[in-house]
């Protein structure tokens, strides 16, 4: 256990010290959600609890971690590509730490990102209960871990066929973004369209995020969303230790 907590450490750092040495680059894969942010944001109307802000803000914050933590796995491909994850696959570093290092290093960016949105919107309207924010991070942590995991998984299924990996990344991306309305409610949707969205865990993780951002920190949806959380950790992890084992230098 010993080892394999160093070496975990070890990928972690490794994994890090690119985005600390530039952190624009996360700041630049935020373009989108905050594009989103700009244009969407003044076209809703105010609820009844406020700002509409309130509302759609946690979503942004979602969809950034969306955004950036399913394409993770391109850098993957590129290390494939140019023969460093050879070297990586015949190092003393136990298989199982190849992924989860490269899994936890996602909750960095998402942390970054999530403040970097939440400092944007202060100055317009937006309310921020730091308690229930910071357990919406940790929900977000754990979703990150997994979805990372089945991103990189996704990059060694398709080493050979880099169109492969984007062909699949942005065909499930926004069907997951827009059934987890992330963008508009569902509630008044078509019958098949809530059905798709209940099946969607993406769904549970958007609501408990924005319920946490908003102060509730007691309540069943909160429950659920970290369930659908750990549920995409969990699996995603596990997917991506089997499919790393398995890969041949």
């Not at 994994?15 to 700041?27: G, K, M, N, Q, T």
């Not at 076209?43 to 950034?64: E, K, N, R, Y």
Request: aromatic fraction near 10%.
């Amino acid at each position: 256990m010993t080892t394999f907590v160093s070496d975990t450490t070890t990928v972690f750092s490794r994994e890090l010290r690119p985005v600390l040495r530039d952190p624009f680059s996360v700041i630049f894969s935020m373009l989108q959600p905050l594009l989103f942010l700009a244009l969407f944001a003044p076209l809703l109307p105010d609820t009844g609890g406020g700002s509409a802000l309130q509302w759609f803000v946690p979503g942004i914050v979602v969809m950034s971690c969306l955004f950036g933590t399913s394409a993770t796995g391109a850098n993957l491909l590129f290390e494939i590509q140019t023969g460093s994850h050879e070297r990586m696959l015949v190092s003393p570093l136990r298989r199982p730490a190849l992924i989860v290092g490269r899994a936890l290093k996602e909750i960095v960016p998402m942390l970054v990102q999530a403040a970097v949105i939440v400092l944007i919107t202060l100055p317009f309207g937006f309310t921020l209960h730091v308690g229930g924010a910071l357990l919406a991070l940790v929900v977000l942590a754990l979703f990150s871990v997994g979805l990372g995991s089945l991103s990189y998984t996704l990059a060694l299924a398709a080493r050979n066929k880099e169109w492969m990996f984007w062909a699949v990344q942005q065909t499930l991306l926004f069907p997951l973004l827009l059934l987890a309305g992330i963008l508009l409610p569902i509630d008044n949707a078509p019958g098949w369209l809530r059905t798709a969205s209940q099946l969607n865990p993406l769904t549970y993780v958007v609501d408990a995020v924005r319920v946490l951002f908003n102060g509730e920190v007691f309540s069943a949806t909160v429950g659920y969303g970290v369930l659908a959380a750990f549920a995409v950790g969990a699996v995603g992890l596990g997917i991506g230790v089997r499919a790393m084992r398995r890969t041949t230098a």
